[in-house]
């Protein structure tokens, strides 16, 4: 028997040990509610929660692409994306981020690749997406990298890190400076990352290497030191991870519900779709519960109370799934902090007509408040209005426009409110296009006149002097195949233009779009070449002030109801004075159709426009687009593609077969010789835009086949096309009068001859 003074001592003994009793219960019931039962929780430093499960096949998780690999050959233990190489470091409600993938491409200083490894990522059929909060990253000096995705969505983007020297790098910010940044959308599924060197030759010392990669930009600050540090490629891939959106299944949630696995049939679950844009769904807790809402009991109730919500002289009551406040005995109001909370209780006062009192006067303040408020916002949006009038230069533009009258009598100065009317307020399906200097919207004037309005991006003050001559030069050329500018807007922080409105596209839409259509004919095209090289000769040589457009590429050409070509786009323009040949300029301009002695020099000429039309004219031959993803190098740039083929005498190979087809022999020789002169490095080897127009202005009246000419002609026609053509390529042509066909008989081995169709003699 033991007395009670034993029982006192054992008690004592065994006191501590009842709250690590309770706290172990604690423990094993929450562990409950992160697992199915019998299921491991933890793999190394990682809490792995249903609906995904450690282990391949063993149940313990929703499906097999939420089971977790831990490979336990690692120490800690690594898990793994089911059986995808893909390391997992974190599992949130909506998100999981797995370990990086880096692309990069190492030079040595003469622009040799010393090493280049790939970087790419597929979750196709997976229940995983990358999420947007990613951001595609570009480090090196001089690099171009783009992103190509055909998965979930398909997606092409691209991004530019220039730098000269280390003193122009801005530590942690990717302006563009050794480090860019570009957006991805939601719901990629699969990606991959490629890199160019611009220079190729000449690599800056400090930054042998080019780095792409896809990555969470809170997790990356960029450092001067990474162009040169040799760790920076592991460095990433251990602390910049990708973000990945999950869902379960690909039915939304009013599909998932009349399946039989649906998940969130648990007790204070709530079902929620996927905002991914490829189906799927996920569980998430009522609001006041929290827990694991895929599991039996997984959601609790959340005890509010503890948070003090109420007022000092309030008592909480917590209930399922949220609270109650109630004010002490004397106190009135709701009792909920921050809004009426508890009031003292004072029989002498009147609370009733004073609450009418004061509801009714702060009603009439409000009311008056806000017609005086709106009034206010009217004229301030009134006097800004004509503030940005007079600083965009509308005075300035006034006084032009009076003094050249009979020149510019088309020319209005619209109002913002106007331009807002027509576009709809801007409206998303009022966009005609995007650029890099605006936005371009469709607007119906007041008048139902349909016009193009010009939204720019942003307007450097210093510069607007200069636009208002451009205003005024432009608002003076008349040219049938330069789009006519109506007028422009100075009411708005940046000012608008106002062009005519040109219905049938671009022109580099019917090449790469609608190729294909009858009316676009060699014909067609020659005559379309010729348009707008007359325009860009009269913008050169005829207007008041020479005007050298910049950005010549094939999406600035428009084509009117009748496929009348018309030079657009002169956002970038810059007007030239008589008395100068070239003017330096901030490189601007488009990839693959950018003047390279321009880029290199910012010496900026006519005959930069020269080469520009050349690669349109490339465009017109070949039907490629100016840059390529081959991973051909001499392929990637359509320039250096034409100008090499022609060198090693292989025209007739890359043109299009419509224009090889329809278009005589020595018309494409005579025009790719032409694109070749216009494609030279040095501008000064180059012909003038007046050269290129006369040159393909003769070319047009030689537009039939020379084999559907008469006969004593076409005899003359195939003793000439017999002889051997090795200025252009490696052929020699023959008839065969038995099939009535040209043979082009290849001189190297294993290739394909080209048949060209001719009239076999009477």
Known sequence: MFSN????????????????????????????????????????????????GIGIGTSCSISPWFDVNCNTSFNPPKPFISTRNFEILEINDNTLLIKNFVRAACYDTSGNIIRENTASINLAATPYSFSDINRYTVVGCDDFAWITASEG??????????????????????????????????????????????????????????YAFVGDPERFRFSAGDLSDPGFQNRTIDNVPVVLDWAIGTPNCSEARNSGDFACVHENSVCVDSETGLGGYRCSCTEGYQGNPYLDSGCTDINECESHPCDENGICTNTLGGFHCACKKGYVGNGIKDERGCTAVNSQFPVIKFSLGISFGFLAVIIAVTVMYFSIKKRKIMQLREKFFQQNGGALLKQQISSNETNMKSTKIFSAVELEKATNNYAEDRILGRGSYGTVYKGILHDQQV?????????????????????????????RNVVKILGCCLETEVPMLVYEYVSNGTLYHHIHNNGG????????????????????????SAAAMPVIHRDVKSPNILLDEYYTAKISDFGASRLVPVDQTQISTLVQGTLGYLDPEY?????????????????????????????SKTTAE??????????????????????????????????????????????KLHGEERPTMKEVTMELEGLRKFSKHPWSEQDQVQEEEIGLMSEQTSDLYNVSISPDLSTGKYTEQQQSSGATPLIYPVHRPR
Not at 32 to 47: H, R
Not at 455 to 473: A, L, P, T, Y
Not at 599 to 627: C, I
Not at 647 to 657: A, G, H, M, Y
């Open 517 to 540: 259509m009858p009316w676009f004919s060699w014909d067609s095209r020659l005559r379309i070449a010729t348009e707008a090289a007359g325009a860009l000769a009269y913008l050169h």
């Open 634 to 679: 001499d392929e990637k740039s359509l320039a250096t593609f034409f100008v090499v083929s022609i060198k090693e005498n292989r025209l007739f190979q890359i043109v299009d077969p419509r224009v090889l087809r329809e278009g005589s022999l020595g018309q494409i020789r005579s025009i790719g010789e032409l694109v070749k002169r216009c494609l």
């Open 599 to 627: 880029f290199n020099t910012g010496q900026l000429t006519d005959k930069s426009d020269v080469y520009s039309f050349g690669v349109v004219l490339a465009e017109l031959m070949t039907g490629r687009k100016p840059l």
């Open 451 to 479: 016009v193009a309005i010009k939204k720019s991006r942003v307007m450097d003050q210093s510069q607007i002097e200069q636009f208002i001559n451009e205003v005024v030069i432009l608002a003076q050329v008349n040219h």
């Open 5 to 52: 003074s034993s029982f006192l001592y054992i008690f004592l003994l065994f006191l501590p040990f009842i709250p690590l009793a309770k706290q172990d219960t604690n423990l094993i019931a929450q562990a409950k509610t992160i697992t199915k039962p019998n299921c491991q929780s933890k793999c190394g430093n990682l809490t792995v929660p249903y609906p995904f």
């Open 153 to 210: 969505r398909n997606f092409s983007s691209g991004c530019v890190a220039l730098c000269s020297r280390t003193e122009d790098l801005i530590e942690g910010e990717c302006s563009g400076i050794g480090c860019c940044q570009t957006v991805i959308p939601r719901g990629l599924q699969e990606f991959n990352a490629t890199i160019v060197n611009l220079k190729a030759v000449n690599v800056s010392s400090f930054s042998l290497c080019g």
